[in-house]
């Protein structure tokens, strides 16, 4: 197959208008925030900071942390201190509550089958003792579901399970 007569001279002409043309002005400096600028602070941030690599979430969740594996699976028993403080909210029961001159004490029952008097301010694993009445006492749970927006919720256990449910 043979280039046609047209296609070649445009070829021709093409080539010799770029050998006649002038060079090219260097490129102005790009306005602030142009190209440049991000092209610098990517090759800044890229660099690893002396300690080593950090990650900051800005409010948003650790793309690092599963969601499959519940945050509970690193609190296992041989982790947890003795006593009272070493139950987890769920596993208490609420067995008595008692006044004296202080105010109210509650009596739980542990998973271990002993009982615990505990007070308004004392620790469990995952909360804390905010409120006793004479029938209730209030739990300020920590959350940890780390897709939850909540980081504590309220749990109140009572002495006559009916009066849970309303």
Do not use: C, H, W
Request: charge should be positive; avoid cysteine; hydrophobic fraction near 35%.
């Amino acid at each position: 197959m043979r280039p046609s007569l047209a296609a070649l001279a445009v070829l021709a002409f093409a080539a010799v208008a770029a050998a006649q043309a002038p060079s090219p002005e260097p490129p102005a400096a790009p306005p602030a925030g142009g190209p440049d600028t991000v092209k610098s602070i990517l090759e800044q941030g890229l660099e690893p900071p002396p300690g080593g690599y950090t990650y900051n979430p800005q409010g948003r969740r650790d793309p690092f942390v599963s969601l499959q594996k519940p945050v509970e699976a690193n609190r296992g028993p041989g982790s947890r201190p003795p006593g009272v403080k070493g139950f987890l909210i769920q596993e208490v029961a609420l067995k008595g509550i008692v006044r004296d001159k202080t105010g109210y004490i509650a009596i739980l029952l542990g998973t271990d089958g002993k009982s615990y008097f505990v007070r308004v301010g004392d620790r469990l694993f995952d909360g804390v003792v905010t409120a006793i009445d004479a029938a209730n006492i209030t739990f300020r749970q920590e959350v940890t579901d780390p897709l939850s927006p909540v980081k504590s919720r309220d749990v109140k256990k009572s002495l006559y399970p009916s009066e849970e449910i309303r």
